[in-house]
């Protein structure tokens, strides 16, 4: 089955790094600067416990190194599995094969 494309960021890293410094420093509501970024304040929030998380300033989830980790080792664990399905069909054909041969 083949998969979409990846998954594009809509906002820069740049833009992230200084959403998050503005939110911080600003003294405004993060209401207000996701309105003034336009974007929604769920994202932003979003961003903000992220941020702290690789931070180490919170320890009720995941970093984002922890996150790719976990991703690529899903990825890995589920190429394993269709090797592993392929291998037992191979050899149930070739047992069967060789049965046939006697």
């Keep these: 089955m083949?998969?979409?494309?990846r998954h594009v960021q809509p906002y820069p890293p740049?833009?992230?790094t200084e959403a998050i410094r503005l939110a911080r420093?600003?003294?405004?509501?993060?209401?207000?600067?996701a309105d003034?970024?336009?974007m929604t304040s769920e994202t932003l929030r979003i961003w903000l416990k992220q941020a702290d998380l690789d931070e180490g300033k919170?320890?009720?989830?995941?970093?984002s190194d922890e996150q790719e980790e976990l991703r690529r080792l899903r990825r890995?664990?589920?190429i394993l599995r269709?090797?592993?399905?392929?291998?037992?069909?191979?050899?149930?054909?070739?047992?069967?094969?060789?049965?046939?041969i006697r």
């Design 25 to 33: 420093t600003s003294g405004k509501s993060h209401r207000q600067i």
């Design 14 to 16: 740049e833009f992230r």
């Design 36 to 38: 003034d970024l336009g």
């Design 76 to 78: 890995e664990n589920r």
């Design 2 to 5: 083949a998969r979409a494309s």
């Design 58 to 63: 919170r320890q009720d989830g995941l970093t």
């Design 82 to 100: 269709e090797e592993r399905e392929i291998l037992r069909k191979a050899a149930a054909f070739f047992a069967r094969e060789t049965d046939s």
